[in-house]
């Protein structure tokens, strides 16, 4: 059965402090994603990667960084975290060349930014 | 710039009757578009795909239709059962810019009435 495994289902942290969220993923898929979800806004991009130390910037990736040095690791920085990040974060993986942009998800990280 | 538009925040069926989901998309150079299902505190998962060469796709009760000249995708679920009560997101990806790269629409929320 293949799985996007997110390390915290919810995290509770103070403005300024440095967020990790990671995320694993067994499917030997090349590209992985983060997004997040908020309410009346849908799934926002912020950072993708199609291959190992590759990265490239989605729609919404200020005050955000990425790590990818493995394959089936893609982990999401939040360098000082803010209140406005308050929000779901969705990884995400899917294989290349497939010609149809399925990705499989992880069950999302809850991060609240006090 | 929202390139993919649910404009229906929610809908609410009765048990039995038909669904209809409703996207809306600006980006000519989209070609292939999905639909996505999350429930809460989960990750969300793929419910079916239409190509831009296609007006139209079946998968039991899930059909998705295509109208490209009018930018226009919908998600017709017959009948509805209390199961699909979850929010619904479309999506959708061009070739120009990395099949892999899916923009969300920001979700409908069907809710199913027994």
Known sequence: DVKVTQSSRYLVKRTGEKVFLECVQDMDHENMFWYRQDPGLGLRLIYFSYDVKMKEKGDIPEGYSVSREKKERFSLILESASTNQTSMYLCASSTSGAGTGELFFGEGSRLTVL | ?????????????????????????????????????????????????????????????FTVFLNKSAKHLSLHIVPSQPGDSAVYFCAASGTNFGNEKLTFGTGTRLTIIP
């Not at chain 2, 999905?34 to 795909?49: D, Q, R, V």
């Open chain 2, 1 to 61: 710039d929202q390139q993919v538009k649910q404009n229906s925040p929610s809908l609410s069926v009765q048990e039995g009757r038909i669904s209809i989901l409703n996207c809306d998309y600006t980006n000519s150079m989209f070609d292939y578009f999905l639909w996505y299902k999350k429930y809460p505190a989960e990750g969300p998962t793929f419910l079916i795909s239409i190509s831009s060469i296609k007006d139209k796709n079946e998968d039991g009760r």
